[in-house]
């Protein structure tokens, strides 16, 4: 552990501010290498500083440690307006301030020159010492996977420091750890808190504050606030590993993220003192842990990222890179099917179905007749039979289990405080995870996946979040500690998959426990309209999952069989007769890198069928890793006219993959424009057509192009963008 170097100016150069994002030594979001994460200090301020070159944030350490500047190097600007504690707990039923410094004279702005006259609140933990050194894993990942086409370190290469605290007298031997790490090519910032109790008693931890901050405001309200008001354009976004309640989007609020109002913050423009700009991270209830003599207890981990522009696909782009970074098993993306049917005749012949034509998982899925929890040993070792013969085959094997949404009994389901009864879950009825019966649910799933081999799980309706005021589960204690407890069990679970290499399908933002996808968005019925409207719809989905999500981070569903009702005019079985709208679907998905949950008894029931499917997975294998890479929204489908995506990657020799669809009864030819800035290319590139021709073509000023396309009626044409060979 060292700390070495100078610390840079805090506040820059008038002229700095007016520099556009130009003058940084490259775009993050192109190049990435420039902006190496330091440790600096100041020994005559007495700070520290964690810096990228795209955010900085300083601590002053004396009169006590605290967040004194926050800075957006991008944009040249600062974001924190005001100095609050490092963190708040609240032990044996007293709350405490860790750090920070009181007596700032006005909260719209910091200026460092009050610094000198503010103070350390004596009723506060107060700053003892620091280490740093380099980011660590949250936890392990070992056995990594083929279908990951992009770097993925593990973990995240960065710089961490943890600032310690001792307790006030009256608390004695307990102390707290704030940990914090920053990241190399990514604006963004970790936190979480570790205490620990060295005092002969125990310590009952009923609340905390992982983080609080108050940021500049980033819209003028002076009356009300609008009903959909969620800060499209803060600097920041936050986002936490404590995260669960069905989510499928990377910044809904979670359960620990809360843009709060300031009250300290009087000399706003809010009539009402109600501009929610005080980030504040913490549990809405619990944890309500018992620290015993001699342990600790660490909190969930926080991730704060800074935004350059309020571009909504600049945005996107920033939130997709930072989990591609915090969680890169995020970029697995295998091709995988749902068999219809678990009897092993039928589990064989669809795995055969999937070698021959590339697929590369099946799940036994929901209405197979799977059952994880069975643990009669000629049931496992019947699906270990199955599994084997997949591996044989170049396939994983896996299944789905339904964990929320469902009822056990009145003695294992979560109880409702409000009516001492089980009802009025998040999904009705659940079972609480810290039951009798969820000990040993999680008990056959480990032993299931031990002793049948199998390699993925798709574990449907996962905790949602719900609470449980029972005080007979052997899991938790009572209500104020269930939902910590539960949320501890999920995690932990995922994390015991997530080294062992069991890839997880979740309908839930559970990426920054392990999980690889969630749903990418889509309402089950719309699979029973008439096929033609399936296909618009389905495109529809896809352009707009994809703003926060990358393509591999979710999943798409095709029922092959009849599904929720629509008939004959909705069914795509037999798959000979509905070849075109098969095709379609395959091209909308492989061509957005979009994987689907394909559900039915086959993948094919003719030769032709058969190389249509063929044809696809190799187009999306053959271009892999730029299909997985970011995509850019062109238009949004609506069945008038064209609409499309563009893949982008400046580190590969492909740059970019347009993928363009016609849904119209005619052919088209359209001229199009492709914004090639995230490509990396500057002037010239090749345009490599689907038919095998190419030609050069030239970029604007805006670093895009015009080409040219033509599509035939319900077709589509795909363009590969790559940089000009040295002979040009």
Not at 265 to 273: A, D, F, G, P
Not at 298 to 308: G, N, T
Not at 330 to 339: K, R, T
Not at 423 to 432: K, L, V
Request: glycine fraction near 8%; aromatic fraction near 10%; proline fraction near 7%.
């Amino acid at each position: 552990m060292t700390q070495t170097g100078q610390i840079l100016f805090r506040l820059l150069p008038a002229f700095a501010l007016f520099q556009p994002l130009k003058s940084l030594a490259a775009d993050w979001l192109i190049d990435p290498t420039p902006f190496r994460a330091t440790i600096a200090t100041n020994s005559a301020e007495n700070e520290i500083v964690l810096e990228n070159g795209l955010v900085r944030r300083i601590f002053k350490l004396s009169p006590d440690a605290a967040t004194v500047a926050f800075d957006n190097l991008m944009r040249c600007e600062s974001i924190l307006r005001s100095v609050r504690p490092e963190a708040q707990v609240e032990l044996d039923g007293k709350k405490y301030d860790v750090g920070g410094l009181v007596g700032q004279p006005v909260h719209n702005y910091l200026n460092p020159a009050w610094l000198a006259q503010m103070q350390a609140d004596p009723t506060a933990f107060h700053f003892a010492g620091l280490k740093t050194g380099r980011t660590a894993p949250r936890f392990p990942w070992l056995k990594r996977s083929e279908w990951i086409s992009q770097n993925a370190p593990w973990p995240p290469p960065g710089v961490a420091v943890v600032l310690m605290f001792n307790a006030p007298t009256n608390l004695g031997a307990v102390k707290i750890e704030v940990h914090y790490e920053l990241y190399d090519g990514v604006p963004g910032v970790a936190k979480w808190l570790t205490i620990r109790n060295g005092s002969p008693k125990p310590v009952m931890l009923n609340s905390l504050t992982v983080e609080q901050l108050a940021f500049v405001e980033p819209e003028s309200i002076v009356d009300g606030l609008p009903a959909n008001f969620r800060g499209s354009y803060r600097a920041l976004d936050a986002f936490s590993d404590y995260s669960f309640g069905g989510n499928m989007s990377a910044t809904a609020d979670a359960p620990a993220i809360h843009w709060r109002n300031d009250p300290l913050y009087t000399t706003q423009v809010h009539y009402e003192l109600k501009t929610p700009c005080l980030l504040e991270c913490s549990p809405v209830i619990g944890p309500e842990a018992v620290i015993k003599p001699g342990e600790s207890f660490e909190s969930f981990r926080v991730f704060e990222l800074v935004h350059d522009s309020t571009d909504r696909e600049r945005r996107g782009l920033a939130v997709r890179r930072a989990y591609r970074a915090l969680a890169p098993w995020a970029q697995e993306n295998p091709v995988l099917m749902h068999v219809r049917s678990a009897k092993p005749d039928a589990v064989k012949t669809a795995i055969d179905q999937c070698a021959e034509v590339g697929f590369e998982m099946v799940i036994m899925t929901f209405g197979s007749g799977f059952n994880i929890e069975n643990e009669k040993p000629d049931y496992l070792a019947e699906i270990k039979s199955l599994a084997d013969y997949a591996k044989s085959k170049g396939v994983v094997l896996g299944g789905y289990s339904l964990l929320a949404s469902r009822s056990i009994d009145a003695t294992n389901d979560v109880i409702n405080p409000q009516t001492d009864k089980p009802g009025g879950a998040r999904f009705g009825d659940s079972p609480c995870l810290g039951s009798e019966w969820g000990e040993n649910y999680f008990r056959k799933l480990r032993q299931f996946f031990e002793q049948t081999g199998c390699g993925v799980l798709e574990n449907d309706g996962s905790y949602p979040g719900d609470i449980c005021a029972s005080t007979n589960h052997p899991g938790h204690v009572g209500l104020k500690d269930s939902q910590w407890k539960q949320w501890q069990i999920i995690s932990g679970f995922y994390q015991w998959c997530r080294a062992r290499g069991i890839y997880l399908n979740v309908p839930d933002w559970y990426f920054l426990a392990g999980s690889s996808k969630t749903g990418m968005g889509y309402r089950e019925t719309d699979w029973s309209l008439p096929r033609e409207h399936q296909e618009i719809i389905e495109r529809q989905n896809i352009f707009d999952g994809t703003w926060e999500k990358a393509p591999s981070m979710g999943w798409m569903f095709v029922p092959l069989t009849q599904y929720h009702g629509g008939g004959a005019a909705a069914t795509i079985e037999p798959l000979k007769d509905h070849l075109e709208h098969y095709e379609t679907r395959l091209a909308n998905l492989f061509g957005a890198g979009v994987q689907a949950c394909y559900r039915g008894p086959r993948l094919f029931d003719t030769d032709e069928t058969k190389a249509v499917v063929k044809k696809w997975v190799d187009f999306y294998k053959a271009h892999r890793a730029i299909l997985d890479s970011d995509l850019i929204h062109l238009r949004r489908a609506d069945g008038q006219d064209w609409d499309g995506w563009l893949h982008v990657n400046p580190a590969l020799k492909e740059r970019g993959l347009a993928v363009i669809y016609n849904p119209l009864n005619e052919p088209i030819e359209r001229r199009i424009r492709l914004p090639l800035y995230f490509t990396g290319l500057t002037a010239r590139a090749t345009l490599r057509h689907e038919d095998g021709s190419s030609e050069e073509i030239k970029l604007e000023r805006d670093y895009s192009a015009e080409i040219t396309v033509k599509i035939p009626p319900h077709g589509r044409a795909w363009l590969i963008v790559s940089a000009l060979e040295p002979s040009h």
